[in-house]
């Protein structure tokens, strides 16, 4: 589901069903749709596509009526109440894993203007490398509304826009927020890989380690087509060569986010996997959007201390031998971004957490900051119901990559 609901872009999500019997596939459907959306009344979709067609089926206790829907091939339009409907891509079950998930990915994004026709051909289009009338060169000044192109179509809800001041300093190797982690870098490369009309349809960042042997692929963008995916990462990983240790969206410094999306972005998250690439958990991505009303309540004392690195703030909640750390960025164009740590294991206190977001709130309240970014480490369940609470709604899961060299003999 594309996960905003504002319903802006021609479609609100994807399905992909293991069989075209729609008696066994559309209660599975609607059950996780109603948790997510409410009753489901109603559902019209594209009778051509499924094996039986009923007036109605009886799901959860309810009478789900079905209908034909001929005018959107590939979609499944589900109804609650006052014709309150949601489009939905339909992929066809045999569709293989790495067009499905490039399928879905698309059709899940937020402000997607492609039809469900127009994803299906162009996701199942032949693939076609390098070689085959595509090819990769060095990045020129003159491809730089494409490649903004190409990092704002993968660009999470509440994730700031990449500017070109932005990429002009990521294809630099310099930030004028955060400069330090670029000094352990060598001149990063950026290589475009064009179609054979000279349009650019991929980019990837890559650089080497100023004192050790390692190797990192910074950002790369191609849309989650799969061919376009494997090229990119295939000349990264032939430019850096056989080095002993290949990082892959860490916490280094690169174009957006300091780790992959998995859930937006998984063709990519699959290619790296495929390439001897092995995944490590890194931060939950949470959002809030608009204002929230500042908890006054009274609470344990709360530390704050500026940090440079990120500009802001380092809030730290203590009581007797606990504690619990969050970090506050300085808000820009009125968009704050949290970094939770949480309390220390085995140590959590409720009292602490929520003190720690209510001095977070405060802070971004004072400076202006109408929605934030919350990035949690590991996978805080105990926090989870404090952030609820508070408004952060759970978008995606970051995954940062390593690959070693495979031993010989």
Known sequence: MEPTLTRDGTLDGAWWPYSTDLNRELPALVSILQDRLGPVLRVRLDLTAWDDVPAH????????RVSGYSAAPNTIRVIRSNQDGFMLLVIPPDTSAPIAAAAMTTAA???NTLTASEILTRCQSPARGPGEGTKMRRYRGSDREAVL???????????????PDTLDCAVAGTSHRDPAPWAELERP????????????????????????????ILWLHGREVLDV????????LH??????????????????????????RPVTSKVLEHAGFSGRDSWRYLRRAGPHEIDTATSPLVEVVSSTAPQGWWLKAHDDDRSAE?????????????????ADTGHADVMLERA????????????????????????????????????????????????RPVPTG
């Open 57 to 64: 089926l009886l799901i959860g206790g309810r009478f789900l």
């Open 109 to 111: 994004r937020t402000g």
């Open 149 to 163: 192109a190409l990092a704002d179509a993968d660009r999470l809800p509440g994730q700031p826009v990449c500017t």
């Open 189 to 216: 490369k950026t290589d475009v890989l064009v179609d054979p009309d000279g349009q650019v349809v991929g980019v990837v960042s890559y650089a080497v380690h100023r004192h050790h042997d390692t190797g990192q």
């Open 229 to 236: 995916i494997q090229a990119l990462v295939s000349h990264a």
């Open 239 to 264: 430019a850096l060569g056989d080095r002993d240790l290949i990082n892959a969206f860490t916490a280094a410094p690169g174009l957006g986010l300091g780790a992959l999306p998995t859930g937006r």
């Open 326 to 342: 969050l970090v506050v960025e300085e808000p820009m164009d009125g968009h704050g971004v949290l970094w939770w740590f949480g």
């Open 356 to 403: 720690l977001l209510r001095e977070a709130d405060t802070i971004l309240h004072d400076r202006g900051a109408s929605d934030a970014v919350l990035y949690a480490a590991g996978g805080p369940e105990s926090a989870w119901a404090l952030f609820d609470a508070a408004g952060f709604i759970e978008i995606d899961h970051l995954v940062s990559y390593a690959r």
